[in-house]
Structures are given as C-alpha cells and as structure tokens.
C-alpha cells in the first residue's frame, strides 16, 4: 500500500541570473511500513526534498501525497494540523524546549494539537526510547544522544503516517549514532513505522529497504535492497 508519492518535484530558489534548481522534477513513491533512503552529497538537495516532504518548504511546481493528502494544498492552519498528526520530523538539531522535561518535550505537539495526553502510548514511547529512569529530567540534563531519543519519542507519539529522519546522527558520536539508528530501524520494523532517511553515509543509506541517490538535485539512482516482509 503507497502512503507517500512525489510527482514531478521542482524547486528553484532565486530568479534570472542568482536562479538556482535545487531539485528538477523529483518522482518517486513510498510504500507503508517502507524504510527508504536517500543518499546525497552536501548541496545535491535532499534536505530540500525532505523539507518539502514535510510540509516545511514548498515546492516551485509538482506534488506530494501522504496517505492520499495533497499536502501543499493544504492552507496554513490545515498543514499545522496535518503535520503534526501525520509526519514526524528528526533533524540533526534537538529542537528541544529546554523548560520542558522529557515527557513534556515528547507531548508537545499532540497536546499543541488541543488533544488529551495519552498516557499509555507516552509510557510505551518513552520505555522504547531507553528513558524510564529520565522522564522528569531537563534537556540539559541529557546527554546528547538521550536527547535525539527525546526528539525521535516526540515524532513517534502520535503514531505519524511517516517518518522523516534528516542527518540525525550528525551532531554525536559514532557508537551514540549507531545507537540511534539502530532505534529508528527497530521502530520500522517492529511497529511498520514509515521511515525516510536523509544521510551522506553510505553504510547507513544500505541499512535500508531501499536507497534513492540524488545529484544536482535530480534522482540518479532508485535501487531495491530488499523486500518488504
């Protein structure tokens, strides 16, 4: 079942002479449960892709569609409400609240969204992501990758129709990044989760079900790694 599909995608920032195409006519499409890849240098714009997969930037021309939403003809409070019910977001960055302890940080959006807390999805997230013994700490009581965890916790909560990963181990550690990735591919394959993830590391990118490459803003290879099961 297809629960997300790009259709022609273009992004051009800039006019006449400063005209830059930072994505030409991008199309692919993702299936549920589907762990996708996409592999790029730095500049090949697959952070704008991932942005435009989320609703955070808008493509120049062409469309996306998440579980059959038109998500850029969405107006601006529908999109809010759309995003925070049905794409999750991991940056590089934290993004953090730094007043709020874990369990507020991982809330927020659903509780943003003028929804009851959840009290026993938000037990079962928190277990997943390691953090029992920290609930009622503060960011900066975490260590770095404790709070990436947080912010995985907060785009998983609301149980996203996808997850969209970008760079999320570029601000940590080695052994702390495989830790992380390791935690979103097992939200993937134990709970279907849909994950998208932006990388330039090889050996991460062929972790996944598949790998989309992109240069110069345009897709150069689409490559099956293995079937879903």
Known sequence: MEILRCENITKIYGSGDTEVHAL??????????????IIGPSGSG?????????????????KVLIDGTDVHGLNED????????????????????????????????????GRALDKERLDQVVEHLGLTDR???????LS???????????ALYSHPAILLADEPTGNLDRKTGEE???LLIESNRQQKQTLILITHDEGLAVRADRVISIEDGQIIRNEKIRNLV
């Open 144 to 154: 770095g990758g404790q709070q990436q965890r947080v912010s995985i916790g907060r």
């Open 135 to 141: 609930r009622h700490n503060l960011p900066n009581q």
């Open 78 to 113: 529908k999109l809010a409400v759309f995003r925070r019910r049905q794409i999750g977001l991991v940056y590089q960055f934290y993004n953090l609240m730094p007043v709020l302890n874990v369990d507020e940080n991982i809330a927020l959006p659903h509780l943003l969204d």
């Open 180 to 182: 992380i990735i390791d």
């Open 46 to 62: 697959k952070s704008t892709l991932l942005h435009i997969l989320g609703g955070v930037d808008k493509p120049s021309s062409g």
């Open 24 to 37: 030409r006519d991008v199309s692919f499409s993702v299936e549920k449960g589907e762990f996708v890849s």
